[in-house]
């Protein structure tokens, strides 16, 4: 099946450091903005279906052993809002089950508007302006 | 005090068994008659304390074990006199021959363990080990004791160990299921590190120490409550040791749950793994489910074995615990658990029967290795 | 940026299982919408009293549990309304996020606010079940129809409790009695027996939510460190507090008595039934009060709410356990808007049962429990 390419928002719609809920093709797509990159998740808890763009984003704990913590990757993880489950922002992976809770994780790329206005994207709710620049998903 | 060294396991033919192979009862009980029987394994200072303050006269016995109990002996294994538990030929005639296990690991279950005076708990631990030594392990081949320890000071505990590590038939170290702390704290870690070095595995026998009701909910009218409660004590237990990172800082250690009922542990491992999955960044040395953690490390001893008679739960736990080498059998003697010699409940010739009669303790206690199958043939 | 926070309903592809069944839900937390409001439901001698000293409990914290929680309020994190209102403080946002949302016919309202069973004031204690009940009926109740009120009171003085419930029971705006399962003794003991004796003569069943605050530690080895071992000590209350209530003798003595385990799991019943009849049948000398076996009192006079659902690796093992306990002994909740919440639609497919019994776990045990239409 051929991917289409869908324009969600404007990269300045989404700061460094949180999420924005956005609609793909009839999907509900979280949106991550980690320091500047983009990642979309589903924005479904593959759990009981917890929105994971109204989850905090945050680090991840790890300890060589008992007492001694330690915060690693800080921002690449979402907990989702209801029952805490850490996802992997980068590969939607959930970090206690990564092989049976996932998320979906889709491509996502940057493009510039006057890219935009002749490329084959799907544009559903955005008039595309040739002076910004868009995140673009492939679905 | 002097360690036999010279100990040899048992001659050939020693136990042919009840249950036609080789088997181990991983929790028999042995009862201290009376203080007076420690003052030939006092020293001086102490035996002048107990014989001029009367400690000698005073009744040890623990409120969570309460030797008239119907369930604390079967009728047939009630001395005619004496706490249960407290007459050797009984447990050697009654039991032992009868059962047949290559080895029975026997267990002394005594308030002078939780006397608040760490001191006087201290010597009282080491006079039950000698004469645990002398009474009982000298006078039958087949018997294996666990190490009484104070159970209100590690570091002497821990002193306890290092002096019986050198006797083989020590195979494991006693603690109770409740006590003053959650058995995960690192206040008791001394403990663990000492037996860590020994290959001693942990073993917790149901118990209190009272310093806690047994529910949450205050202290109940009945001894009953308190018993049943026992498996809610064993349920903190699982919580404490594996929160606590006590198998992340000693990943060879293993706790065996002795009494505890058993039937309890799945549903209790379901929640534990569930609520790990949202809060494990608090705990993050718990870094795989708790559930693979207790398969790991904790043992259960079969009796008494809480299911409606004939429920098949047995499998059935070994289904849900998705292993078949955590239930260790035992008899519990001399308590009342079943009637005749129905110890087991699925078929003795079974290959889960074979697991829990021998591979399972075998598996789990390093100084049982010596024992050879052969010694059963 | 503010998060729109999407519903569930719309979430929900299809119905699932649940094919748009509406549903009674057994644990809703209502909490005040702004820590002043209960003062209006107070008289001014204890307005003054908790301006002065606050409550009073038994333990260290004045303010708060010793085991901080995951989650701000204990809530989900989507559950904070655009009002300004702590989780749960604002019916508006509570109707669209959870009861609308998730086809809530009824709802029992759970207030665990300030305790006043584990007030160690008796009389503020008394003044304040008062207030919470009050407050129920008129920012809860009378605003949405949908909701009922649990009349709470002050379990250490049976004089107190007993007008309290006298005064609230008529009402039938109030469906059934609340008590914290952590009382000073462990529940099944004499001195709480009126309040049971009140509770069948109202014909009110009596809930017991997990937590509470009575000096004990919650494991018989003393305090847990970390929340994920203290919260999971809600299980070892709820064992103790059956334990209690069965070889007292309660059930033998109010063989009407109806009870409702809220939040405490059901897993571990099943395990909990063949442990007691086992050791009662050995020990019965010392509760010759009993007539039956421990199990068949739980059978007839507990019912168990299924927040938070047990979840163990097979489905197939939840349902053994559900049907072990009684398919008719269990009630649908949520625990909104508290983080470990539980939605419809997740709780109907793991337990895959035919229609006719999903209908009863979701809405038609506790509509017959509770009288509701
Ligand atoms: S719904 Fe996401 S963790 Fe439960």
């Known amino acids: ?139 | 005090m002097q360690v036999r060294m010279d100990h040899t396991i048992p001659a050939k033919g020693a136990a042919v068994g009840l249950f036609g192979g080789a088997a181990v009862d991983s929790d028999v009980h042995i009862s201290v008659p009376s203080v007076k029987a420690l003052l030939p394994y006092l020293n001086q200072y102490w035996r002048q304390q107990f014989l001029t303050r009367g400690i000698d006269r005073l009744s040890w016995n623990m409120t969570s074990d309460p030797p008239n109990a119907p369930i604390t002996a079967r009728p047939d294994r009630r001395p005619t006199s004496g706490r249960p538990g407290s007459d050797f030929s009984i447990l050697k005639e009654k039991h032992l021959d009868v059962f047949g296990p290559s080895a029975a690991i026997a267990n002394c279950i005594y308030g002078g363990a939780a006397l608040h005076s760490e001191d006087m708990a201290a010597v009282v631990c080491t006079a039950v080990n000698d004469w645990i030594a002398a009474e009982w392990l000298d006078r039958d081949p087949r018997l294996r004791a666990s190490i009484v320890v104070p159970l209100n000071n590690a570091d002497l505990a821990a002193e306890e160990i290092e002096r019986r590590a050198g006797d083989p038939r020590f195979v494991q170290v006693l603690m109770l299921a409740m006590g003053e702390q959650p058995l995960g704290k690192r206040a008791h870690w001394p403990i663990y590190a000492a037996a860590n070095r020994h290959g001693l595995p942990i073993g917790v026998h149901a118990g209190s120490l009272y310093q806690h009701p047994a529910l949450a909910g205050g202290y109940g009218s009945y001894f009953l409550e308190d018993y049943v409660a026992q498996a809610f004590g064993f349920e903190s237990c699982v919580l404490s040791l594996v929160s606590e990172g006590v198998f992340a800082k000693f990943p060879d250690l293993k706790f065996v749950f002795m009494e505890s009922g058993v039937t309890w542990l799945p549903a209790a491992l379901w929640r534990f793994d569930k609520t790990w999955r949202g809060v494990r960044a608090e705990v993050p040395w718990v870094k795989v489910p708790p559930s693979q953690i207790v398969r790991d490390h904790i043992r259960l001893t079969l009796q008494p074995f809480d299911e409606p008679e004939g429920a098949g739960r047995l499998e059935r736990f070994c289904e849900q615990m998705k292993s078949d080498e955590m239930v260790l059998f035992s008899t519990d003697f001399p308590h009342w658990h079943f009637e005749g010699e129905a110890a087991l409940p699925i078929s003795a010739s079974s290959p889960l029967a074979r697991k829990i009669l021998w591979d399972n303790p075998r598996g789990t206690y390093p100084r049982l290795n010596a024992l050879s199958p052969e010694i059963a043939a | ?373």
């Open chain 3, 1 to 373: 940026m503010s998060i729109d926070v999407l519903e569930p309903q719309e979430r929900r592809k299809s119905g699932g299982a649940l094919q748009g069944l509406g549903v009674v839900d057994c644990d809703i937390h209502p909490q005040f919408s702004t820590p002043g409001e209960i003062l209006e439901f107070l008289p001014e001698r204890w307005r003054d009293y908790v301006r002065t000293y606050g409550g009073f409990y038994r333990q260290p914290l004045a303010d708060t549990l010793s085991h901080p929680r995951m989650a701000p309020d204990v809530a989900r994190a989507d559950s904070w309304p655009p009002s300004g209102a702590p989780p749960g403080g604002d019916l508006a946002f509570m109707q669209k996020q959870h009861l609308d949302a998730n086809n809530v016919e009824h709802g029992m309202l759970m207030p665990l606010n300030r305790g006043p069973g584990n007030q160690r004031n008796l009389e503020y204690g008394a003044a304040l079940a008062t207030a919470v009940n009050d407050w129920q009926i008129a920012c809860w109740v009378e605003r949405d129809p949908r909701l009922h009120a649990s009349i709470v009171c002050t379990q250490e003085h049976t004089p107190f409790a007993l007008a309290e419930i006298e005064r609230c029971a008529p009402d039938k705006r109030f469906s059934q009695i609340m008590l914290p399962p952590k009382s000073l003794e462990p529940l099944g003991r004499r001195r709480y027996w009126p309040i049971f004796e009140a509770a069948q003569a109202f014909n009110l069943p009596i809930a017991l939510h997990v937590g509470g605050i009575n000096g004990y530690p919650p494991t018989g080895s003393g305090w847990p460190s970390y929340y994920i071992e203290e919260q999971h000590t809600n299980v070892q209350g709820m064992q103790g507090l059956i334990t209690s209530m069965v070889i007292e003798g309660v059930f033998e003595q109010f063989p009407k008595l109806r009870m409702v385990l809220v939040e405490g799991g059901i897993a571990w019943a099943p395990p909990l039934k063949w442990r007691l009849d086992k050791h009662w049948k050995r020990l019965k000398s010392e509760a010759p009060h009993l007539k039956r076996l421990p199990s068949e009192y739980i059978r007839d006079h507990i019912w168990f709410t299924t927040q938070p659902l047990d979840e163990p690796p097979e489905d197939s093992d939840l349902l053994e356990t559900f049907e072990q306990v009684g398919l008719d002994r269990i009630m649908f909740s949520t625990d909104y808007p508290h983080w470990d919440f539980d939605e419809p639609s997740f709780v109907a497919a793991k337990l895959r049962i035919g229609p006719e019994k999903l209908r009863a776990i979701m809405s038609g045990n506790a509509r017959e429990l509770y009288g509701l239409s």
């Open chain 1, 1 to 139: 099946m051929s991917k289409s390419r869908f324009v969600v928002a404007k990269t300045g719609d989404v700061a460094p450091g949180t999420s924005l809920r956005v609609n793909a093709g009839g999907r509900d797509i979280a949106l991550f903005n980690v320091s500047g990159e983009f990642f979309a998740l589903g924005d479904r808890c593959p759990h009981e279906s917890g929105s994971l763009c109204a989850g905090k984003i945050v680090g991840f704990a790890e300890a060589d052993e008992p007492g001694k913590y330690r915060l690693v990757r800080d921002g690449e993880f979402v907990r989702c809002p209801w029952h805490g489950w850490e996802f992997d922002i980068r590969t939607g992976k959930s970090w206690c089950d990564p092989e049976k809770s996932r998320v979906r994780a889709y491509q996502t790329g940057v493009a510039a508007g006057s890219d935009l206005v002749e490329g084959p994207y799907v544009a559903e709710t955005f008039k595309v302006s040739v002076e910004e620049n868009y995140v673009v998903i492939e679905i």
